[in-house]
């Protein structure tokens, strides 16, 4: 589910890798919006 | 303090599902090298901060009794650590005011979460370099997958309020 995060941190360590994980989810949500089939499986998500 | 007033002006406008509280400052002094303004600075952003951006954030989930909050605490959060006295006692702080959140707001549908890791293998980490095996810290990826599964695959009866991460292997 597509969800509303306000993420306060830098450029760097468990930030920079939390911003790549979410912003992988937000394309997968805009992907399966739009009926495209993603193509990810659940490893993709986390790496 | 102004840049904090006109952000939190800024973020009032909008509902948030999860606030994610990441920054932190870390430093080895001695208390007799601590200064005024070295004391105010640590203070200010690993824990002053977290409150103030947590007041307009949580008067919008509560008006939609609904939301989560995620802050990073330390094994300093529970512990003393000789020439962190400064570092310490703001973790210590961010710990008491998440354990106060948390139960002011439980019933509300608020999820209050502090996190707290052993050292993590990234820069804040590296004061810490000396003597130590770097490569034994936490993973940064394995916290952000952890941050990552509290706030998408949320249990309906239970929610866990303090995580403590240990390192697995210290050589």
Redesign the interface.
């Given at each position: 589910?597509k969800?509303?995060?306000?993420?306060?941190?830098?450029d760097?360590?468990?930030?920079?890798?939390?911003i790549e994980?979410?912003l992988i989810?937000e394309t997968i949500y805009s992907q399966l919006q739009e009926g495209i089939s993603a193509n990810l499986n659940h490893s993709n998500i986390?790496? | 303090m102004e840049d904090i007033k006109k952000f939190n002006k800024e973020i009032s406008k909008y509902f948030f599902d999860s606030l994610i509280f990441l920054p932190g400052i870390f430093s080895i002094k001695s208390i007799n090298e601590e200064n005024e303004m070295s004391i105010f600075n640590d203070l200010m952003v690993n824990l002053t901060a977290p409150m103030l951006i947590t007041v307009p954030v949580i008067k919008n989930m509560l008006l939609k009794n609904n939301g989560t909050l995620i802050y990073i605490g330390s094994s300093s959060s529970y512990a003393g650590f000789k020439n962190t006295s400064v570092y310490c006692s703001s973790k210590h702080g961010l710990l008491g005011f998440c354990r106060a959140l948390a139960d002011e707001t439980r019933e509300k549908n608020i999820r209050t979460t502090l996190i707290s890791p052993g050292s993590i293998n990234t820069k804040m980490a590296s004061p810490l370099i000396q003597g130590n095996n770097f490569e034994s810290f936490i993973d940064p990826n394995e916290v952000s997958d952890l941050i990552f599964e509290l706030i998408y695959n949320q249990s309906k009866s239970m929610w866990q309020e303090e995580i403590i991460l240990k390192r697995r292997s210290y050589s």
């Open positions: 589910m969800k509303n995060i306000l993420l306060i941190g830098s760097s360590g468990i930030a920079k890798n939390l994980i979410l989810m986390f790496r | -």
